[in-house]
């Protein structure tokens, strides 16, 4: 009996998913690898934007690179428990991104924007040097 208990508990432990890699989560909802992408992206054309001053291009960079560590770590960090700017970021750009993909900017922004801020995303890396902070593409 303890074999077939042990088979059923292996069993159940494999049907079970896991946020393995999603270590930052969203009203309980895990921020997965290619959503932080999306999120990389978006905040690289926004320091891009000449609209943008520069102390939020230093901003966005800083939220990048505390996204990447806090993703990175062995624990879970819920964004809206953290009180600080770079979590702030991250949930606006959250609620933005999911009102693109609804359509709300339509025809300005749309899906497609998404799928372009996922591929920069992929290729977005923080330049940090002394005081000088700013998103490149590798």
Known sequence: MGNKIKLLLALLFCLITFPANAKITFLDIPVERSEIQVIKGHLYTASKSSKETEKNKVL???????????????????LTKIEKEESTIVQASIYFISNVARGKYKPNLSERNIEIWHTIGQKVYVYKKEKVWRLEIK
């Open 60 to 78: 966005y960079a800083q939220t990048v690179d505390w996204m990447e560590k806090h993703h990175n770590k062995k624990e879970t960090f819920e």
